[in-house]
């Protein structure tokens, strides 16, 4: 579990590993003589500031060029980063103690002062962060009132005691607080670097403090990070050349990696991975990961505004056929947005998972009638995806199943990824792709999405209900407290269908056997690039 350290007692402290998490090459390894690895993400990174990222392409970046207070290990667990230890007696004021080694790129001292300047910067209207939000979500003082633009971002309940003593306050207890400090949102970022001009992400310019500096980027064809000197365990750090290749269709990343020009793919196509399995055994690796794949509908306006018509989409969604025909690679069908591998969430059986599909689309034919729509009048509608062959699959098939079940019209339309983020942002959409892989192992990060005021809520959606259910969940002191409210909370969700989801995510991906120290079985899939290192083949 993430936070298991975080929750053990009210008052804590984690000190320091003897060994760090960092690249832990077994003795007798022989590693080979040229350490460099090629890194497969799904698109062009849409920024590399970390309070700018919106996903995956740029976050598993941003992870190789900054440090957070703290890092995940292998199975989750959270351990030290910049901060060499923290504490907290009541769960509410937090003190985290900067170790004395960590540096920027350009050799000055990473300060408690630096993550002051971040956080605020991260929950300043100014900022447009899309992950103000998380700042929010964690309980720091006056943070969402920051965002609302009511009080100014210098109050926002965190303060440098000294150079290596940051404290944070929270509006109320959080035993996991600790564990969402990992979060590439809270990544801390230089003041003179960022006030430096419009171009300071560029190779030569950024200065982070992570385990690799930028060397190279190519828009659309690479990114390459080599070794910050100046990172405290720069010592540890064995690959001397990481290359990132944005490529959106998983057939051309396999092609590729087939070639051996890639040695780790984001994902692989779900028709190949038979295929892939008898022809590259013991490469090919499908673990669950904390993650759920789904669509959202636009309930504010369009056809989708109407829960009957929500409702009645996503019950003619055959999950268990997506899961294992159209998929078919270990995914779960998913009955509720909380993945089944989240700590701390036992979910109660779904009305839907008891019901066969026969069933369903019967009841969603009924639904869809009282909205209103029918063979005189059938229901049209747009799907949008983001560019991958994986999401058109799906979308065809989905379309598929609501032509067949209900008569529906659809129009399915992709888009590259940054044009899509922009029709996300604006909610210029009827029907939409998305997903989420958590930010922590805890069922808040997945249902606090639907509250009314997150910036992540795709949706829209409004639940006065819903929101004080989650903020309730905070409020609990025992787990199974907490349990019942992500249920009730769940409940709402499949009642009212802001969101329809699809499938619980497996971390599938290739990676060649002469590359160690990759981080399977992290179900975040939190994977730096200085844990890793290459044998000799």
């Known amino acids: 579990m993430r936070h298991s350290v975080s929750v053990t007692c009210c008052a804590l402290l984690v000190s320091s590993f003897s060994l760090a998490y960092a690249a832990d090459v077994p003795g007798g390894t022989v590693l080979a003589e040229k350490q460099e690895l090629v890194r497969h993400i799904k698109d062009e990174p849409a920024s590399l500031d970390p309070a700018k990222a919106v996903g995956l392409p740029e976050i598993q970046v941003i992870r190789d060029l900054f440090e957070g207070l703290v890092n995940q290990n292998e199975k989750g667990e959270i351990i030290p980063g910049v901060a060499s230890q923290w504490k907290s007696n009541d769960n509410r004021i937090w003190t985290f103690t900067l170790r004395d080694d960590a540096q920027w790129a350009d050799g000055t001292p990473v300060t408690a002062q630096d993550f002051v300047y971040s956080w605020q910067r991260l929950v300043d209207p100014k900022t447009l962060s899309p992950f103000a939000w998380f700042a929010a979500l964690a309980g720091i003082t006056n943070a969402q009132a920051i965002i609302d633009g009511k009080v100014t971002p210098d109050q926002l309940g965190v303060s440098a005691v000294d150079a290596h003593t940051l404290r944070v306050q929270l509006d109320k207890p959080l035993p996991w607080f600790a564990s969402l400090t990992a979060s590439f949102a809270f990544y801390p970022v230089q003041k003179a670097n960022v006030e430096s001009g419009k171009d300071w992400m ?118 268990r056929l997506m899961a294992e025909k159209v998929l078919g690679t270990g995914e779960k069908p998913a009955w509720h947005f909380t993945p089944d591998v989240t700590a701390g969430f036992k979910p109660d059986p779904s009305p839907f998972e008891q019901m066969s599909q026969e069933e369903l ?171 890793m290192y290459i044998v000799k083949h």
């Open 202 to 319: 560029k190779p030569g310019k950024l200065i982070g403090n992570g385990a690799y500096v930028l060397k190279e980027r190519v828009v659309n064809e690479k990114l390459v990070v080599v070794p910050n000197t100046h990172y405290w365990d720069n010592a540890k750090t064995v690959l001397q050349k990481v290359t990132f290749l944005p490529i959106n269709q998983e057939s051309a990343a396999t092609k590729r990696y087939l070639a051996g020009d890639i040695d780790i793919t984001e994902s692989f196509p779900k028709n190949m991975y038979q295929k892939l399995l008898k022809d590259i055994p013991g490469q090919v690796y499908t673990p669950p990961q904390l993650g759920t794949y789904y669509y959202a509908f636009n309930t504010q306006k369009g056809p989708t505004a109407d829960s009957r018509v929500r409702l009645a989409l996503s019950m003619t969604i055959d999950r």
């Open 361 to 531: 689309n019967a009841q969603a034919k009924t639904l869809l009638r009282a909205a209103g729509y029918g063979s005189q009048k059938p229901l049209k509608l747009t799907l949008l995806y983001n560019t991958s062959e994986n999401h058109q699959k799906i979308a065809i098939a989905v379309a598929s199943m609501w032509k067949k079940n209900l008569g529906v019209d659809v129009k399915l339309q992709n888009q590259e990824w940054k044009t899509y983020i922009d029709s996300r942002n604006t909610g210029n959409f009827d029907v939409i792709r998305a997903s989420w892989v958590g930010d922590y192992n805890e069922p808040s990060t997945f249902l606090s999405l639907l509250t009314s005021t997150h910036t992540g809520n795709i949706s829209r959606f409004t639940n006065p209900t819903y929101d004080k259910i989650l903020t309730q969940a905070t409020m609990e002191n025992t787990a199974e407290a907490r349990n019942a409210d992500y249920n009730a909370a769940e409940k709402i969700l499949t009642e009212q269908a802001p969101i329809a989801p699809i499938y619980q995510y497996t971390n599938g991906r290739l990676i060649k056997p002469w590359v160690k120290g990759y981080p399977i079985t992290n179900p975040e899939d939190v994977a730096y690039s200085r844990t």
